[in-house]
């Protein structure tokens, strides 16, 4: 994104959105472990968290020298072998966006069957694992069709297996991890490279995290660091996002979760 001297407010309130959208695990990254995990135990193969959870989280930017608040829930529900999630960012002024993910949890990971994003416009992802193919819809447009690759993730689900995958296995540090990911361009490989174990601050409090970078492919991407941390069932508990052009955005959890 451009850094404008003089933005008009119709132009400052879609950046806000844009940033802010992004970090809402849907448009500024994706990726996953894919390192070799251990191997599974117990009859939960997937994500070993509650089978209900809500994680809420404040979000503050800095978008072409003005100062952005926004609010957001990460919501988690499992129930005869299906998943739910859902993640909807309240942005004031501007709207919010809201992505959900629903499919099935296997003994090696989650498998997404449906996932959608919401903002002005919806778009709508089905996943055919039967014939490794996926449809993709906006609105009203014409649906497009494309090719699965085993172990895919969409862009909420990818979170869980993430934690998944940390809980199974014992982090090495700078391991390169890579998964394939499906967005709005079909499926594409994303990778993240393991950084440290950090105490990190966060209004629920000091929290041990690990943190992960996204692995830049060009010069101008974004820059995105992630903390997972254990107090949470290794979720985020904290994303920065930093453009090129200086914007920010910095999501950090709210409280921890009750009993």
Partial sequence: MQTHPALRPAGLTTRRQCLVAALAWGGAWSGVAHS???????????????????????????ISGMPVRASGQLQ????????????????????????????????DGLQPTEFSDQTRRTRRYELDWTALRYRHQRDSEAERVGPLQT????????????ARRLQRQTPVLDAVWSVPVLGPSGVQPWTLRLRALETIETPAGPLSAWRLERHN???????????????????????????????????RLLRLPTA
Wanted: glycine residues 8%; hydrophobic residues 40%; aromatic residues 8%.
């Fill in 36 to 62: 070799n995990p251990a191997t599974p135990t117990g009859h939960r193969g997937a994500f070993a968290g509650p089978d209900r959870l809500a994680l809420d989280y404040d979000v503050s930017a800095r």
């Fill in 76 to 107: 988690w529900l499992m129930r005869s072998g299906q998943y739910e999630a859902s993640l909807a960012m309240r942005l004031p002024l501007v709207g919010g966006r809201t992505q959900r993910s629903r499919g099935r949890l296997l003994p």
């Fill in 151 to 162: 172990g895919t993730q969409d862009r909420l689900s990818l979170f869980f297996e993430l």
């Fill in 217 to 251: 492919a060009q010069p101008d991407d974004s820059r995105l660091s992630l903390w997972l941390a254990e107090a949470v069932h290794y979720l985020p508990v904290r994303i920065l996002l930093q453009e090129p052009d200086g914007d920010w955005a910095d999501q």
